[in-house]
């Protein structure tokens, strides 16, 4: 039991990570207004993100899985069809649905950046008439 808890360190190298890449954005992209204070607050959330997405979950899950046991054969690649208890058909199933999401959401983007990109156009006509 005490062998699947040695790899804990990894939120240590997250929050480490964090700090540095923090310090470096504050450092050299520092902000001047209120603007880009809201901005730098979301590029800050990224940041978090991204490391603890990076280093941190996929240790965490990685660790829950050997503390539960599950970490046999029948393990398939997808951690929750398995925690389900649907393996193969449910992973499919998973990705074909993360996928059609993925391309909505993709379709979704596409057309919001026409609608912007007409709308500015027209804007810039009615500017010039």
């Known amino acids: 039991m005490n062998e699947s ?3 804990a360190g990894a939120w240590g190298i997250t929050l480490i990570v964090i700090v540095l890449v923090s310090w470096f954005f504050y450092r050299y992209f520092a ?3 209120w603007r880009e204070w809201a901005g730098a607050g ?3 959330a990224f940041i978090i993100a991204l490391y603890a997405e990076m280093y941190g979950f996929p240790l965490t899950i990685y660790l829950l899985v050997r503390f539960f046991g599950l970490d046999s054969e029948y393990v398939s ?3 929750w069809s398995t925690l389900i208890g649907l393996g193969e058909t449910g ?3 998973s990705m074909l649905l993360g996928y ?3 391309f909505t ?3 979704l983007f596409i057309q919001g950046w026409r609608q912007l990109a007409a709308a500015s156009r ?3 006509e009615n500017d010039t008439v």
């Open 122 to 124: 027209n804007s810039s």
């Open 105 to 107: 959401g993709i379709g």
């Open 5 to 7: 808890f040695n790899h």
């Open 100 to 102: 059609a999401l993925a």
């Open 42 to 44: 979301v590029v800050q």
């Open 31 to 33: 902000p001047k207004n």
């Open 77 to 79: 690649a997808s951690l």
């Open 91 to 93: 992973m499919l199933v």
